[in-house]
């Protein structure tokens, strides 16, 4: 027997357990967006849609300032301890969503969510860093994240389904806040902090995984999150920039893409809930080959241009797959050129995971929080300009103005990836 044959695989039961997490947190996020257009939830809060699009930007900008903070937690007291409150306090306020009775009081429950979210990816991050070989961190990474686009990609067709056939939509929040408690459970179970520490992992598996990693001498916490070195790093601010803009084009189809299938295709219900689940499935494959993608071409071209080049290109094919929606009349190919945003998207964020495993040093998670602040305050930024923009310049109702907005953020965040360097480190 080899020495891999040896190894124990507890390595695959860790990611598995952390993608079931990523799988909750886009299901319980993405299901409101299903919600949020039934005529019944903005008017049993009272709300109109300028507060709809409110309640669904609080949530970014909550999930948008918790990133560091959430983030250096985790890489200070540990992701064994912080995840598994991340992801309860998420379940707890997805069950409080259903519960609430008016627009402050939901207000209230998706800012608190949206922070409670905001841990999850940077804690990610950080445990794939130390439960994976650098060679495949790419492909781990891309994994996890499929694991997001996963609850995301079914939370819009489950969601109708229930909706319609089933329960109402309070129950249909209670449902998934309940199913999300026991996935905390089941990770605080599996998960240890490094493959020393878990009694499974044999000194092979540990090997290993140790194995082709430079960084396997970065010991001790962590200090404060490193604010001064991510200010004064330049290639830094153009991943969040690059972030920002991405955000700003991607959200859209996690938020207002149910609404438009309503309001200007014409779908209905049901029909709408399979468009956008579709959609989302389309940015599944493209996480999938994403990973290995990033990989071949650091090993082909080296770290800096092997994570800046599959970005460039996938966010050049969004700009003018977004630009094409102008001319399409058919739903069905609406949704192709969508389906199209949403692959190459999620074909370059295995890169951009990679991108901050590779310059955060052991700040990993806390590094990764500033980036996906930044990213997030774009996502922010779509549901309460979308609506502004509609009122003041969308005369005849085809949400052109808004696709040129979506067009114009992967453009800035396309020349913003020529320029990050992955061999540059933060902290």
């Known amino acids: 027997m080899t020495d891999t044959q040896n190894a124990t695989q507890v390595r695959y039961r860790v990611i598995g357990v952390t993608t079931l997490a990523a799988v909750m ?22 709300m109109s849609s300028a507060q709809v699009g409110t309640m669904l930007s609080a949530f970014f900008f909550a999930y948008a300032l ?26 707890l306020c997805t069950i409080c969503t259903g519960l609430a009775t008016g627009f402050v009081m939901l207000m209230a429950v998706r800012l608190i969510f949206g922070f409670m979210q905001a841990g999850c990816y940077p804690t990610a991050g950080s445990l794939i860093k130390r439960w994976s070989p650098l060679s495949r961190r790419g492909t781990v990474s891309s994994i996890v994240s499929v694991g997001g686009r996963v609850g995301g990609a079914i939370a819009p ?24 408690l026991f996935v905390a459970a089941l990770f605080w179970r ?10 499974d992992c044999n000194e092979t598996e540990q ?16 200090p404060f999150p490193p604010l001064l070195p991510l200010i004064k790093s330049g290639t830094m601010w153009l991943m969040c920039l690059l972030q920002y803009g991405i955000n700003i084009g991607w959200v859209f189809l996690i938020t207002w893409l149910p609404k438009y299938l309503k309001e200007v295709k014409g779908v209905e219900q049901t029909q709408g809930g ?34 800046s080049l599959p970005i460039i290109a996938c966010y050049a094919v969004a700009v003018v797959a977004y630009l094409s929606c102008l001319k399409l009349e058919s739903a069905w190919a609406f949704i192709a ?12 964020v295995p890169a951009i995971w990679a991108y901050m495993q590779d310059v955060g040093g052991k700040n990993t998670a806390a ?18 300009l979308v609506p502004i923009v509609l009122n003041k310049w969308d005369a005849n109702g085809d949400w052109h103005e808004a696709f040129y907005i979506f067009a114009a953020g992967y453009f800035v965040a396309g020349l913003a990836a020529v320029g990050i360097n992955a061999d540059k480190k933060v902290a």
Not at 367 to 384: C, D, E, I, S, Y
Request: hydrophobic share 45%; net charge neutral; glycine share 12%.
């Open 25 to 46: 947190l886009y299901l319980d996020r993405v299901c409101i967006a299903e919600i949020a257009k039934l005529d019944s939830f903005a008017t049993s809060m009272g």
């Open 66 to 91: 918790g990133q560091v903070p959430a983030g250096w937690l985790s890489d200070r007291f540990g992701a064994r301890r912080l995840l598994p409150i991340y992801i309860v306090g998420w379940s």
């Open 274 to 307: 399979l468009m956008s689940t579709i959609v989302l499935f389309a940015g599944i494959v493209g996480m999938l080959l994403g990973g290995q993608l990033t990989d071949y071409c650091c090993r082909k071209l080296g770290r800096r241009l092997g994570r």
């Open 337 to 348: 050129a969508a389906s199209t945003v949403a692959f190459v998207t999620d074909l370059s």
């Open 157 to 180: 067709l489950l969601t109708a389904w229930l909706l319609e056939d089933v329960i109402g939509w309070r129950w249909v929040l209670v449902l998934y806040g309940i199913s999300g």
């Open 190 to 199: 599996t998960f240890r902090e490094t493959p020393a520490d878990h009694p």
């Open 207 to 222: 090997a290993l995984i140790a194995g082709d990693s430079p960084e396997t001498g970065e010991t001790g916490p962590p």
């Open 367 to 384: 590094v990764f929080g500033w980036g996906n602040m930044w990213g997030n305050f774009g996502a922010a930024t779509t549901p309460l």
